[in-house]
């Protein structure tokens, strides 16, 4: 059992990590700023691309919610020195709220049904659910969801650190059963509004658990890096080892499959079935150039980490490990890019400094927050009563 | 059929058993019968213990390998039929669909791929193992019959190099064996 | 006395946790206890469930003779409902043939070591199981003896399988199934069936037994690669058992009709099936312990942990139903609207709501631990998802089938009564193997048990995680 007074389970006052609030503040700042100048002129394509980005950030934070969720739900020991970090991930899901402020001002640059159904009729018959007072309401209501449900968890875990009671991992436990249920209904709901709705004569029921295993899929990648960059920089050298890395590395490998599994399902039945409703969203994105992106989705989403990270012996190399995650979160941010923005672009991939301007100002704010929230704390739950099995985790 | 039965050493004896009362007692004596340096030598059990293997200084089993060959080869294979079969042997046209349509073909790539990687991982665990082997002589042994219950034994054979009958009995009792008897062949 | 508890079965500080194994078992009193049952004289209890299951197989062969002579317009299809009885109960059956190597492979990967009290009796289920499913599209297709023009086999009209149909691909989803559980269950009882072996009073017995058990006699080299297959076939068993029943579920999705093309049929059915198998698991395991007695190895915590997974299941489920009302509501699409509304609404409204209360309510039960561990609540309430499960296959074929796009094509599918014999005399066949299992062979991995004890552990005594029973957290300690 290692020394937990030992140092090394806090971030040190002085270092880039310590900082990393205002070095995040600063990088979304600057984000902002170029993202308002080039949208100049571009405001229907700066929107979309604030969209990919806030969404691919929002979908980590979701993960982390989740993580958290589940690991109390199965009562699981094994990876209670990495949930803090994935409650600081959770943590920021209040500042999104703020970030979805520019989606909310214009989202009638983004979604055709926003000033109302005019001659279609399939938009009029879908009008009680499709109008803009709903849209935003509904969009209120998974914020306030959302940041009670981790703001709630993250101060409780934070409060254990103090009094070590057993009484609130109990609390936790029993809440985390209903707080799953709401969980799964509002992101499939926040899926069909954000990504689904751009286009919006299209549906698929299975688009919900398509947008929830690209969260778990961030989120695990998200870890593994956070992980490593920690341990490069001297933190919490004892307290998370191999067993840790390769059972993130094991759910990682279970979720990109999952995704895969998902993703071909869907595709599958509209191909099959060939009902051109449905089809036209695929045929979208194997128009001109964006075939080259959904294959190079289905290579490097599936084909490529399938093998890589098979292995064991990658599992369990952080730094190796780390390469496939950082691999993952870019296709992870490719799959974004790919369900929100053949609805500007219609003939291929148009990535360019407008793009690279939205994910520094949100991928900015959501590091500062993530900072933030990791210097507040410590770095694992410091008095959680089942942190000793997750110490002792031996991956056999 | 010669390779349902045992290799056998050409001496009189088998070799020695010794049997331990506990996964603990026979934990230790492993690693003292690896560090003594015996090579032709097996602990029997009536489950797998934890961490043995290493205390007997065994390699890694190798089986991932063969699996993983044979399910990529049933996967391509089943892959190959089907375009064969649909493409030139009995090409229809059905729902409008090509006729190497790969999307309709992965169902069934999928499962031979998982049929032929099953396949591989039983009957390459029992080639490695040379199962079945009905005939053992350690099944002459009396005591042995408690293998599949409560017994734990070390086994070091005849034709180890630095086997003896006398100095391996006596060895197996300096490192814990609570009862050692020789196996003839 | 000193109670033990060891790993994931280990003390836990917040709740405590039952210990797996009760009653102060060692090494060789769980020998005893598992094989006791097959050693001793058969129970009169299971001579009666024996004599009940084999009359209902009887009925079974009955109805498949009759309908081989007379054909399948002895059963209620007709148009427009085209599919009926026999297409429900072999998804039905596909489905719960999906708890056993679940619960094998996939809380193998997730080293539950709970699973190795349920997981024998639950593979032989899935092998029954799958049997009587393979039984419904070999006797629905009219032909029988044709059978096996459903494999790429050369002959001499030169005609091939069709590659494109979801048909097809069941027939080879379910047979690869079924084949790759058997190998499973098989693999994993050689130890035990070495340890019968051994143990057996007469030489017939003796070989008998050593024929299957392939000479296993216990060697370390043997269990490492032994292991290693045992982890590689939990691996692939995994995602099989996810795409079977996504196969199963496209025979439906891939068509255009209006309830049945849906995307998110494969991970909804297949949470169906993994909730229905677990229920049976359920049932079965509820009276074989109670008829072998053997509460100590299936103790309360394995009831509770069982029904944890069916409020999963049963809750994806319901989660699935829910999101295809809206979806089919959010489409516009006028048919889709027309189905949904008809299936809650309509002529069937009773089969539909039938199904919503044993699969989406029932399980919200389970949030409470009294009725997680109370068995004749549990009994009760697996026998109800178990119906629930086989109308929600009833629903999703009737429903959408009964109403055809032209008014003039609508009708009302009443099942015959060969159709219900042959339903009824299903549960015969599964029933007979079940018994069969049970009085023959090993129903408890008896190999895999004893590592979830504490002794097991060569590091043992001296290991922390020795607990005293009485530390034992109060609300934690059911026995």
């Known amino acids: 059992m290692p020394d937990l007074n030992q140092a090394g389970l806090t971030i040190t006052p002085g270092t880039w990590l310590y900082r990393l609030p205002w070095i995040g503040l600063g990088i979304g700042l600057a984000g902002m700023a170029g993202s308002a100048v080039l949208a100049q002129g571009h405001l229907q394509e700066f929107l979309h691309a604030w969209l990919v980005a806030f969404l691919f950030f929002l979908s980590i934070a979701l993960g982390g919610l989740f993580f958290v969720l589940v690991l109390f739900a199965t009562k699981a020991g094994w990876g209670v020195s990495i949930r803090r970090l994935a409650e600081n991930a959770m943590a920021t899901l209040p500042i999104f709220a703020l970030l979805f402020l520019p989606i909310a001002w214009g989202a009638g640059q983004l979604f055709s049904w926003w000033e109302g159904p005019g001659e279609d009729a399939l938009l009029a018959l879908k009008e009680p659910y499709l109008n803009a007072g709903f849209f935003l309401a509904r969009a209120a209501a998974y914020f306030i969801v959302w940041s009670a449900i981790a703001l709630w968890f993250a101060s409780r875990s934070a409060r254990q650190d103090d009094s070590g009671q057993h009484s609130i991992t109990r609390r936790l436990q029993a809440a985390s059963g209903p707080c799953l249920i709401l969980y799964a209904f509002t992101v499939t709901f926040a899926s069909i509004d954000w990504i689904m709705a751009l286009d919006p004569h299209w549906y698929s029921t299975m688009f919900g658990v398509y947008f929830f295993s690209g969260c778990l899929v961030g989120i695990f990648a998200f870890l593994v890096l956070v992980m490593g960059i920690l341990q490069e920089a001297g933190y919490v050298g004892q307290v998370i080892h191999k067993g840790h890395y390769h059972n993130l590395g094991m759910l990682l490998y279970a979720f990109m499959v999952f995704w895969a599994y998902i993703a071909f399902s869907q595709y599958f039945l509209i191909w099959y079935a060939n009902i051109p409703e449905e089809t036209i969203w695929y045929l979208h994105r194997m128009h001109g150039t964006w075939s080259n992106l959904s294959l190079i989705l289905a290579v490097g989403h599936f084909g490529v980490p399938f093998f890589f990270l098979m292995s064991r012996v990658i599992k369990e190399k952080p730094r190796l490990l780390m390469a496939g995650a950082a691999w993952m979160l870019l296709m992870h941010l490719a799959d974004i890019y790919w369900l929100v923005m053949p609805n500007v672009y219609a003939h291929g991939p148009h990535f360019g400094i407008l793009d690279v301007a939205a994910l520094a100002a949100v991928g900015g704010v959501f590091m500062g927050a993530f900072g933030w929230a990791l210097r507040r704390r410590a770095l694992i739950p410091v008095k959680d009563p089942r942190l000793p099995e997750s110490l002792q985790l031996d991956h056999a | ?185 | 006395m000193t109670q033990t508890i060891e790993d994931n079965a280990r003390y836990d500080p917040v709740d405590g946790r039952a210990p797996l194994i009760l009653g102060g078992h060692d090494f060789k009193s769980l020998t005893e206890a598992v094989a006791r049952p097959l050693e001793s004289k058969t129970p009169p209890g299971w001579w009666v469930v024996f004599g009940i299951s084999l009359s209902l197989l009887t009925v079974f062969g009955i109805s498949i003779g009759w309908l081989f002579w007379e054909g399948t317009g002895i059963w209620g299809l007709n148009n427009p409902v085209g599919w009926g009885f026999a297409i429900v109960n072999f998804v039905f059956w596909v489905g719960i043939g999906h708890a056993g190597t679940l619960i094998s492979a996939i809380l193998f990967l997730f080293r539950q070591k709970w699973r190795t009290s349920i997981n024998r009796s639950a593979e032989a289920m899935t092998i029954f199981a799958v049997m009587c499913a393979l039984t419904f599209p070999g006797i629905h297709i009219g032909r029988p003896w044709v059978a096996y023009w459903m494999f790429p086999l050369p002959n001499q009209m030169g005609t091939w399988p069709n590659f494109r149909s979801p048909l097809l691909w069941d027939v080879f989803a379910v047979s690869v199934y079924g084949g790759v559980s058997f190998l499973f269950w098989y693999v994993g009882m050689i130890p035990d069936l070495a340890t019968i072996r051994d143990r057996a009073p007469t030489k017939l017995r003796r070989m008998i037994y050593g024929l299957f058990a392939l000479g296993w006699r216990g060697s370390m080299r043997h269990w490492q690669h032994y292991e290693k297959m045992y982890l590689l076939l939990a691996a692939m068993a995994t995602p099989l058992v996810l795409s079977v029943h996504s196969i199963v579920s496209m025979d439906f999705a891939v068509s255009q009709l209006p309830g049945w093309h849906t995307t998110i049929f494969p991970p909804y059915f297949v949470a169906g099936a993994v909730f229905s198998g677990f229920a049976m698991v359920m049932t079965l395991m509820l009276i074989t312990r109670s008829v072998f007695q053997m509460k100590h190895i299936v103790t309360t915590r394995h009831l509770d942990n069982m029904s944890k997974i069916m409020l999963v299941t049963g809750s994806i489920v319901g989660y699935a139903y829910a999101i295809e009302f809206f979806m089919a509501w959010f489409s516009g699409n006028p048919y889709e609207r027309f189905v949904f509304l008809n299936r809650a609404l309509g002529p069937y409204a009773w089969a539909y709501w039938i199904m919503v209360t044993c699969n989406v309510v029932s399980p919200q039960l389970f949030w409470f631990r009294k009725c997680r561990t109370s068995v004749p609540i549990l009994f009760v309430l697996s026998i109800v998802v178990n119906i629930g499960m086989w109308f929600e296959r009833y629903v999703i074929v009737v429903t959408s089938l009964h109403r055809d796009f032209l008014p003039s094509s609508w009708g009302y599918y009443v099942p015959s009564f060969w159709d219900i014999s042959t339903l009824i005399g299903s549960f015969g066949l599964f029933f007979t193997m079940f018994c069969l299992f049970v009085r023959f062979l090993p129903t408890v991995a008896t190999a895999e048990v004893k590592t979830v004890l504490p002794e097991a552990d060569p590091h043992f005594p001296g290991d922390e995680r020795v607990i005293e029973r009485s530390d034992l957290a109060p609300d934690g300690g059911i026995s």
């Not at chain 2, 699996?67 to 039929?81: F, I, K, R, T, Y």
């Not at chain 2, 009995?169 to 050692?180: N, S, W």
Request: hydrophobic share 45%; aromatic share 14%; glycine share 10%.
């Open chain 2, 1 to 185: 059929m010669a390779f349902l039965s045992p290799q056998l050493p050409s001496t009189e004896e088998y070799g020695v058993l010794g049997e331990f009362d506990s996964p603990r007692s026979l934990y230790r004596a492993c690693s003292q019968v690896r560090d003594a340096g015996y090579s032709r030598w097996d602990a029997h059990t009536p489950f797998p213990i934890h961490g043995l293997e290493r205390a007997m200084g065994l390699r890694d089993s190798r089986l991932a390998w063969l699996v993983l060959a044979l399910g990529l080869g049933g996967a391509a294979s089943a892959m190959v039929l089907q375009w064969w079969i649909s493409v030139h042997a009995y090409p229809l046209v059905i729902s409008g669909k090509p006729f190497y349509s790969w999307q309709a073909f992965e169902p069934e790539t999928f499962e031979i791929g998982i049929l032929g990687g099953a396949l591989g991982a039983v009957f390459g665990m029992m080639a490695f193992n040379k199962l079945p082997m009905w005939y053992h002589p350690l099944f002459a042994s009396k005591r042995f019959q408690r293998v599949t219950d409560d017994g734990f034994f070390i086994s070091i054979e005849a034709w180890d190099p630095k086997f003896d009958v006398e100095g391996c009995q006596k060895f197996l009792r300096e490192i814990g064996a609570t009862h050692v008897e020789v196996v003839l062949r």
